[in-house]
């Protein structure tokens, strides 16, 4: 049973940092892409980051320069780096993979204000 489990979100100050880590089981990690995607409230859910199997990644244009996403294939994890938050980055964070169909974590709430 494939599951993914975020974590560390929380409420940050504009200009703060924050990092999210989503941990998978059920799948062998190392074989798949992954993603993380967002969703504000009254908004549809947006892709934020994916990275491949080896390691290439893409990220929304809203979000370059300020995260970065990495994968550790050995903890079956992977990491949203989140600098430079801005109050347009508040939302539910959720971790995805591509199996035989879509997965997602449970999500996370990144709260940016003042």
């Known amino acids: 049973q494939v599951q993914l489990v975020e974590s560390g979100g929380g409420l940050v100050q504009p200009g703060g940092s924050l990092r999210l880590s989503c941990a998978a089981s059920?799948?062998?990690?190392?074989?798949?892409?992954m993603g993380w995607y967002r969703q504000a409230d009254g908004k549809q859910r947006e892709l934020v980051a994916t990275?491949?199997?080896?390691?290439?990644?893409k990220y929304a244009d809203s979000v370059k320069g300020r995260f970065t996403i990495s994968r550790d294939n050995a903890k079956k994890t992977v990491y949203l780096e989140m600098n430079s938050l801005e109050p347009e980055d508040t939302a539910v964070y959720y971790c995805?993979?591509?199996?035989?169909?879509?997965?997602w974590g449970q999500g996370t709430q990144v709260t940016v204000s003042s």
């Open positions: 990275i491949t199997n080896r390691g290439r990644t």
């Open positions: 059920g799948i062998i990690f190392s074989f798949f892409d």
């Open positions: 995805h993979t591509r199996l035989d169909k879509d997965y």
